[in-house]
């Protein structure tokens, strides 16, 4: 059994009572094989599975794997199904667990119970109903009445779908959908904005459109930047960057580079990377400045594959770099963390639990100001929640998931 050099240094805090709490199942591996322990630790369900699904809906039944087979347990450790699945997946509305045998699917209950035998090509569906494909037919199935309620004759349905002749449009339905496209003018790019209305019924659609340039076509490249509804452009023109939003010039042209974030619902305030003189720094819409021009590099969330995929919020941080050594700096560029770190990566989590990679050696929170250090050969993958518990994935030196391990160094896992 391998040695164990853990170093931690956290602060004392509480996580409340969900995380003392004895009754939440937190994915625990012993050697190869995995079972389940509590918040502190302590072994609920013997490690002796090939696998165990991390991830609990508070129903306390878990999907097991055992030679190359799922099944399902509770948590006693109990068998409610036979380990004789090819793959298991439970419904995204926790309704129950689509199940794969034989290449064909089936559907389990909540409980467990067997609804629907594995004898479908594709089962997919719903809150309260599931559709049942086999080579002609598609059953639909009310998981609230445990049986078929209805058969759609497929090749029916497809030739109403293409029917936009005559249109019935008493009580209709509209909606309009706006892109924007690229236009070119001899060497010159510039927008054109295509817009349709889709207006239905219950039976029938009919469409129309409508194009009109928004850009003239002056721009040496334009790059547009997908899920900005209200059209957010980069220009560039004479080797500078800037930005259109809502077809007006908010950014100048001036900028060596700028890289967007995207919007979404849970992002308040907005934000661009941009690059001048050689220096990254951080400005809003309005081209005001939040973080000066002196950084090597900003991280501004998650960089797999070059692409932001995330929001930010400079309330709980910045990773930049300066000077070949990474920080943590927020509004007016107060330094949060220190500037003595080889590395620094964010991780998936939500913006109030931003974790940190220190050359695969650490973690660092915000909320505590503090970390942990792990064994140089561990890496972190992100983090991850059960049960409102916040845990750390954990991976070895060949990137498979070695365990958890809590913020405050409770590990679940043992070599």
Request: hydrophobic letters at 35%; charged letters at 25%; aromatic letters at 12%.
């Given at each position: 059994m391998k040695n164990i050099l853990i170093v931690v240094f956290v602060l004392l805090f509480s996580f409340g009572n969900n995380l003392m709490a004895q009754d939440i199942f937190i994915a625990y591996r012993d050697g190869n094989?995995?079972?389940?322990?509590?918040?502190?630790?302590?072994?609920?369900?013997?490690?002796?599975?090939?696998s165990v699904s991390i991830y609990n809906d508070n129903s306390n039944i878990f999907i097991v794997e055992k030679e190359k087979q799922f099944g399902l347990i509770n948590q006693n450790g109990e068998l409610y199904t036979p380990i004789v699945y090819d793959k298991i997946r439970r419904a995204s509305n926790s309704r129950g667990f689509f199940t794969v045998k034989n290449k064909m699917d089936g559907f389990l209950a909540a409980n467990g119970d067997l609804l629907i035998n594995n004898e479908y090509k594709n089962i997919y569906g719903g809150s309260n109903t599931l559709y049942l494909e086999d080579d002609s037919l598609t059953f639909k199935y009310c998981l609230e009445k445990r049986q078929i309620i209805d058969t759609i004759a497929t090749e029916d349905e497809l030739e109403l779908e293409m029917d936009y002749e005559v249109c019935d449009l008493k009580y209709p339905s509209s909606h309009t959908y706006t892109n924007y496209e690229k236009i070119y003018r001899g060497n010159k790019i510039g927008i054109r904005k295509h817009r349709e209305t889709?207006?239905?019924n219950s039976k029938y659609m009919r469409k129309s459109t409508h194009n009109y340039d928004t850009l003239p076509g002056r721009y040496d490249d334009i790059l547009i930047v997908n899920g900005w509804n209200y059209g957010f452009v980069l220009v560039k023109k004479r080797n500078k960057w800037g930005a259109f939003v809502s077809d007006t010039l908010k950014i100048p042209i001036k900028y060596q580079e700028i890289v967007s974030v995207p919007i979404n619902s849970s992002c308040k305030t907005y934000y661009l990377k941009v690059k001048k003189d050689n220096k990254w720094g951080i400005i809003d819409f309005s081209n005001q400045k939040k973080l000066d021009f002196v950084y090597d590099e900003i991280c501004l969330g998650n960089l797999s594959n070059g692409n932001h995929t995330r929001c930010f919020d400079l309330r709980t941080g910045i990773a930049v770099k300066k000077k070949?050594?990474?920080?943590?700096?927020?509004?007016?560029?107060?330094?949060?963390?220190?500037?003595?770190?080889?590395?620094?990566?964010?991780n998936n989590s939500k913006p109030w639990n931003y974790y940190y990679l220190d050359d695969k050696k650490?973690?660092?929170?915000?909320?505590?100001?503090?970390?942990?250090?792990?064994?140089?050969?561990?890496?972190?993958?992100?983090?991850?929640?059960?049960?409102?518990?916040?845990?750390?994935?954990?991976?070895?030196?060949?990137?498979?998931?070695?365990?958890f391990v809590s913020p405050s160094g409770v590990f679940f896992y043992k070599d």
């Open positions: 094989l995995w079972g389940y322990a509590d918040t502190l630790g302590q072994i609920l369900i013997k490690p002796k599975y090939s889709v207006v239905r070949e050594k990474c920080g943590i700096v927020g509004f007016g560029d107060k330094v949060l963390l220190d500037f003595k770190y080889d590395s620094i990566v964010y650490g973690i660092y929170s915000y909320q505590m100001n503090t970390g942990l250090i792990f064994k140089s050969n561990d890496k972190i993958s992100n983090t991850t929640k059960v049960d409102n518990v916040l845990l750390i994935k954990m991976l070895d030196e060949r990137d498979k998931l070695k365990g």
